[in-house]
């Protein structure tokens, strides 16, 4: 029996036992996944205090989620091999770490390799919280409890931004690390009390050529896409077109080599999932949705900040409610699932995502602030509208044995959609900026607007094609 042959309740765990684990991991991973976008309010602060441009200060945030990227291919192979319980206590100490590093930087270097460090450990964690709710939740609770993780993946990155603001406005950027350090440290200390959740192991050697690929696969894309605004500045130490190359033929090959490995169990990423439908189309909107998700974050405090001169506490008051209703719909959105499952719920938010990033592209010099708010709310809206939904359906409609690779190739993609949509959104801002040197201006937004709106629109036909039969 393998780690992926668990059955829903494993020997030795109590539903209420069960129900802990999952709420711990819930908990840990919230407070990791708000990391994710805690720097964007601070991009303008970083950049005078750091002395830095606005394309490097971004990869604060698109390189935590690029690092997370890179390792979470591996997650399939370390739940595999590891117990739950060494998996758990292993990412809360890369987090806490990498939390302890970045609160002591004294520049930016030292600052890129904390986030890095962080995103090691909150890379591992996504993985192993929807592999532990897909086999300790039945069937029939499976999208409440989903709905809960949305909380985490998706209002945990909303609400960063708030919290952001309101730490700059009174205290210095390394304080949002201090203030997350010590409830980092008592989340590690709980989860080696209660984090007694086994499981069986199985000792499968790991491809290192595979995550030399990956690693080059995924990087690659990310950093050509992110080079491409520095091109246009002529401070890009690369042409933006060679690392995307390579990039993408590295990901060629390391489909080809897991494809091989998979035969006789040795994949470092099995890709069978990716062999049925209904968890392509899923994943393919959750995707969509997470680069829409993920520029808004980015672009709307940049807009606000250098166009409307608002200060961060203020920006991050306005993406508040935003996040707070996302908060609020998903354990409902997620009960609905339950009863009426993805497909009436998933083609309106598909259709009112499109619809909200259409109005950004409306934004001028004197848009008022209450306007984007109410944008905001509508985005966050649609967003939780498909996110329980695909995320459940996807991760529903593969065998036991698949669960862990499964989890590992949706949070891979939600990860590597996030830091290509970051680094794609500022590109555009920065190279169709009207006024040379600022991080946003009306031409600038607008223009990284429109490719949002664009990707949004693309994800109305493909929600269409959500299967009509809830999965089992």
């Known amino acids: 029996m393998t780690a992926h042959d668990a059955p829903p309740a494993p020997a030795g765990t109590a539903p209420r036992s069960a129900s802990t684990v999952v709420w711990l991991l819930v908990g840990s991973a919230f407070v990791m996944i708000l990391n994710e976008t805690i720097m964007s309010v601070a991009l303008p602060v970083l950049v005078t205090d750091l002395q830095v441009t606005v394309g490097t200060a971004q990869w604060l945030t698109s390189g935590f989620l690029l690092a997370m990227s890179v390792v979470i291919p591996v997650t399939g192979y370390l739940l595999q091999r590891l ?11 890369a987090f806490s770490l990498g939390t302890l590093i970045c609160a002591l930087s004294p520049g930016f270097a030292m600052l890129m390799t904390g986030r890095v460090v962080q995103a090691l450990g909150t890379a591992v964690m996504l993985p192993l919280l ?7 939740v039945p069937a029939e609770r499976r999208g409440a409890t989903m709905g809960t993780i949305t909380v985490v993946i998706a209002v945990a990155p909303a609400i960063g931004p708030t919290i952001s ?7 210095g950027w390394r304080w949002m690390f201090l203030i997350v350090l010590p409830i980092a440290l008592i989340a590690l200390a709980v989860g080696t009390v209660l984090m007694r959740l086994s499981g069986e192991t199985r000792a499968i050697p790991l491809d290192w050529v595979s995550v030399v690929l990956s690693a080059l696969g995924f990087g690659g894309l990310v950093f050509g896409l992110s080079s491409i605004g520095e091109a246009a500045r002529g401070e890009a130490l690369l042409p933006p077109w060679l690392p995307m190359v390579v990039g993408a033929v590295a990901l060629l090959v390391f489909v080809l080599r897991q494809l091989r490995l998979q035969r006789d169990g040795r994949a470092l990423l099995d890709l069978r999932p990716l062999t049925i439908r209904p968890f392509v189309v899923s994943v393919a909107l959750v995707v969509l949705g997470m680069m829409s998700l993920f520029g808004a974050l980015i672009l709307l405090p940049l807009y606000m900040q250098d166009v409307l001169k608002v200060s961060a506490f203020v920006t991050g008051l ?8 996302m908060g ?13 499952g993805a497909r009436p719920l998933v083609i309106p938010g598909a259709v009112v995502l499109a619809l909200s990033l259409w109005g950004f592209t409306t934004i001028g010099a004197a848009t008022p602030i209450g306007l984007l708010v109410g944008l905001h709310v509508v985005l966050m809206t649609s967003l939780s509208l498909m996110f329980t939904p695909l995320m459940t359906d996807a991760l529903g409609r593969l065998p036991g044995e698949l669960d862990s690779h499964g989890s590992a190739i949706l949070a891979t993609l939600q990860q590597v959609a996030g830091a290509a949509g970051t680094a794609l959104f500022v590109t555009l801002m920065v190279v169709f900026a009207a006024t040379p040197g600022v991080a946003a201006d009306v031409p600038g937004a607008r223009a990284a607007f429109l490719c949002a709106a664009i990707i949004a629109t693309v994800a109305v036909p493909i929600s269409l094609m959500v299967s009509r039969k809830q999965a089992a």
């Open 130 to 136: 929807m592999t532990s709710v897909m086999r300790l």
């Open 83 to 93: 117990t739950p319980r060494t998996v758990y206590l292993g990412s809360m100490t």
């Open 318 to 325: 306005a993406v508040l409610p935003g996040g707070l209703v």
């Open 328 to 340: 609020l719909l998903g354990p409902i959105v997620g009960r609905l699932y339950d009863r009426v």
């Open 165 to 171: 603001g309101l730490v700059l406005s009174t205290l």
